[in-house]
T-cell receptor, first 115, second 113 residues
């Protein structure tokens, strides 16, 4: 029973490049959440998706960031024209239902470094 | 705005002692709380959760206490072991609010052998 999978685990990009982060939720989970964590800080919510739908993107920066969860395949968090301030750990979590009924299970994260 | 915060950034305990990690929250509509453990380089790991209709919930070596009157949450770890060394986060959610977790800033637990 595989857990939440994220790849790549580490990603290095130069300023101005694009970063694509992938998340495969646990089997049977249709709810995906993306969080960002800066060093020594808690996780900050970015976006909540269900299959083919963005439910809540109130934590996403208005520019350069986008997310999708297609009918087939993993959820993708895309960061265009990365800047040094985008360097962080990005975690994906999944749950079988929206939070409140079930806990969220987190993946190992993708550590993005912008040089 | 809503926030979840922790009182102690670092807690150092001796192996075998009990540990208590505290968390304060400000959103009175919060009705679901979770404690996560995060080891270096890893994602948060679920420890225990509690709903607002409960005051206490016990797991294996862990107990979560919820005081809604003062909006306070605590995690008690019995007979702390070196493997418990990690950063612990409390997180909350409101059924009437955004359907995502709001995390506190974390407490680092250091277990001395």
């Amino acid at each position: 029973n595989a857990g939440v999978m994220q790849n790549p685990r580490h990603l290095v990009r130069r300023r101005g490049q694009e970063a694509r982060l992938r998340c495969s939720p646990m089997k049977g989970h249709s709810h995906v959440y993306w969080y960002r964590q800066l060093p020594e800080e808690g996780l900050k919510f970015m976006v909540y998706l269900q299959k083919e739908n963005i439910i809540d993107e109130s934590g996403m920066p208005k520019e350069r960031f986008s997310a999708e969860f297609p009918k087939e395949g993993p959820s993708i968090l895309r960061i265009q024209q990365v800047v040094r301030g985008d360097s962080a750990a990005y975690f994906c979590a999944s749950s079988p239902r929206s939070v409140g009924a079930y806990e969220q299970y987190f993946g190992p994260g993708t550590r993005l470094t912008v040089t | 705005g809503e926030s979840v915060g922790l009182h102690l950034p670092t807690l150092s305990v001796q192996e075998g002692d009990n540990s208590i990690i505290n968390c304060a929250y400000s959103n009175s509509a919060s009705d679901y709380f979770i404690w996560y453990k995060q080891e270096s380089g890893k994602g948060p790991q679920f420890i225990i959760d509690i709903r607002s209709n409960m005051d206490k919930r016990q797991g294996q070596r862990v107990t979560v206490l919820l005081n809604k009157t003062v909006k306070h949450l605590s995690l008690q770890i019995a007979a702390t072991q070196p493997g418990d060394s990690a950063v612990y986060f409390c997180a909350e959610n409101s059924a009437t609010g955004r359907r995502a977790l709001t995390f506190g800033s974390g407490t680092r637990l250091q277990v001395q052998p």
